[in-house]
Structures are given as structure tokens and as C-alpha cells.
């Protein structure tokens, strides 16, 4: 009864999470699309702003796989 109960609530979360979370292609965000705005400044500087991602691939990518002597990656957990 207690396995029950913890996979009825891991599906009920699966479920209820499923449209609230997309794969973009900067990470897991919130919203499907981007919300970046580009721009320059007066001296001609670019930015890119952009939304904060739940998970970035950029931070899991640095903070998981690191490149060894050899140019080759390790995966570190």
C-alpha cells in the first residue's frame, strides 16, 4: 500500500507538471519560446537578454562533464 501511494503521487506530479515545463533550446524553462531581447547600446555594445531557465545545459554541461588533458570529457557525478 505504501509503494502505491508514492507511484500514485509521482504520477500525479508527472502529470500536473507536463504542461508547465518544455524543453527549449537553452534548457528546461517555464515557457515554450525564448524570451530574449537583443539590443545595442550607444557605443555599440550587444547584449542578449534572456529569461532565466529552470536548467541551463550550459551549467549542467560545465558542471558535470569536464574536459581531461587529453581533449578528451570525463562525466563526473
Do not use: P
Not at 528546461?28 to 539590443?39: F, I, L, M, Q, R
Not at 557605443?43 to 532565466?52: A, P, T
Amino acid at each position: 500500500m505504501k509503494i502505491f501511494s508514492h507511484l500514485f503521487i509521482l504520477i500525479s506530479i508527472l502529470i500536473f507538471s507536463s504542461g508547465c515545463i518544455f524543453f527549449n533550446d537553452r534548457g528546461v524553462a517555464s515557457n515554450y519560446y525564448n524570451e530574449c531581447g537583443h539590443y545595442y547600446n550607444a557605443q555599440g555594445i550587444y547584449y542578449n537578454d534572456c529569461d532565466k531557465n529552470i536548467v541551463d545545459y550550459d551549467e549542467l554541461q560545465n558542471r558535470f562533464v569536464k574536459q581531461n588533458r587529453d581533449n578528451g570529457y570525463i562525466v563526473e557525478f
